[in-house]
Every structure is written in structure tokens, then in C-alpha cells.
T-cell receptor, first 114, second 111 residues
């Protein structure tokens, strides 16, 4: 079974631009969560999608948004990029929603904002 | 607000040693605790998931224990190998369903 895939793997953007990251979950998994990892803040939860609906949201500004499609694939969008948005963005999929289900992570997208 | 602390932050040991990594959390009302490893610049690999009703989980040379009442978990690595070198993260999920991660323990096992 293929693992979680994320595209692109690396991205360089300029302040003020916007960016869209993509995540394809493991086949059969219906929940997708997004995380931001930085040296300063560690790994922080962004949001979780299940059945095309956002179920949980972390403490991030509205510039961070996401969506999930009917095939469970998910996209994350960051508008008006800031230097502080430079990070490794990880997505994780699980069979169902909530902590009872084990999460499987993708390799991440490394975003650099200049 | 849940806070997760991992001690030590870094560890360097010779091959063959048995290791204990610690994870503590402030709110004992958790659903589960999960241990991950992360190789440099890569995603997370799930090692062990302990539900709140369980006391421990084992996988190969790894054993994780959970003591909810004291807010602690330990990850025991037996007979460490250079391939175990990575950062080990623990994450707890509570009533909000939002997982909280520790900052990790960076482990180097040298031959």
C-alpha cells in the first residue's frame, strides 16, 4: 500500500505570495491533518479534515486554510506569505477522525519564504 | 492547555546500550499517546500508539509505557544500533482531539 504523498517536496516563495500544498492520503484513509514544524515552535497542529469537512483547527491565522476533496485528497493554502511561514509542512492521514486512530505522516513539503 | 515535555533533549550513546526516553504531560485527561521517530528533513514514522486504557505497548526492541495519573510515558530502546539515530517525538491527544507534540529527543548512536 502506498504511503502518504505530498507535493511539491520543496518550494521557494516570496513574501506576499500565496502557496498551495497537496496531500494524498493512504488509500482508504478518510482523515487528513496538517502540521507546521519549525525549529522555534516545534510541531504544531494546523487543521484536520474528515469527509470534506474541517473538524478541528489549531491556533493559526486565517491566512492558513485548507480543503478536502471527495477522494480524501487535501490541499492547504497559505495566502500573503510571511518570512515566519518558512517551515516543514507535514500532512498525516488516518482511517477515521479523532485520537483513536493512528496517524501516518507524509515526507513533508519544505517551504522557504524569502 | 496541554504541555508536553521530553527529556533529555539530546542523547549520544555507544552502540548496544539500552535507552530510556521520557515524555511528560500536564493534563492527564488524554485519549492516547503516540511515539514517533523523525529522520533529518523527513516526515514522522509512527512507532507505538498507546490508548489511555493501556499501560504499555511493545514492538521489537521498543517498549513504551504510559502512566496517566503521573502524566508520564517512557520509550525504552533495547540494544541500540546506529540506525536508531533520529529524533524521537511523543504526542498526546486529549478531549479537544488536537494532538500536542513534545520538542523531541535527538538521539545519536555511534558505532
Amino acid at each position: 500500500k502506498a504511503g502518504v504523498t505530498q507535493t511539491p517536496r520543496y518550494l521557494i516563495k516570496t513574501r506576499g505570495q500565496q502557496v498551495t500544498l497537496s496531500c494524498s492520503p493512504i488509500s482508504g484513509h478518510r482523515s487528513v491533518s496538517w502540521y507546521q514544524q519549525t525549529p522555534g515552535q516545534g510541531l504544531q497542529f494546523l487543521f484536520e479534515y474528515f469527509s470534506e469537512t474541517q473538524r478541528n483547527k489549531g491556533n493559526f491565522p486565517g491566512r492558513f486554510s485548507g480543503r478536502q476533496f471527495s477522494n480524501s485528497r487535501s490541499e492547504m493554502n497559505v495566502s500573503t506569505l510571511e518570512l515566519g511561514d518558512s517551515a516543514l509542512y507535514l500532512c498525516a492521514s488516518s482511517l477515521g477522525q479523532g485520537p483513536a486512530y493512528e496517524q501516518y505522516f507524509g515526507p513533508g513539503t519544505r517551504l522557504t519564504v524569502t | 492547555k496541554q504541555e508536553v515535555t521530553q527529556i533529555p533533549a539530546a542523547l549520544s550513546v555507544p552502540e548496544g546500550e539500552n535507552l530510556v526516553l521520557n515524555c511528560s504531560f500536564t493534563d492527564s485527561a488524554i485519549y492516547n499517546l503516540q511515539w514517533f521517530r523523525q529522520d533529518p528533513g523527513k516526515g514522522l514514522t509512527s512507532l507505538l500508539l498507546i490508548q489511555s486504557s493501556q499501560r504499555e505497548q511493545t514492538s521489537g526492541r521498543l517498549n513504551a509505557s504510559l502512566d496517566k495519573s503521573s502524566g508520564r510515558s517512557t520509550l525504552y530502546i533495547a540494544a541500540s544500533q546506529p540506525g536508531d539515530s533520529a529524533t524521537y517525538l511523543c504526542a498526546v491527544s486529549g478531549g479537544s482531539y488536537i494532538p500536542t507534540f513534545g520538542r523531541g529527543t535527538s538521539l545519536i548512536v555511534h558505532p
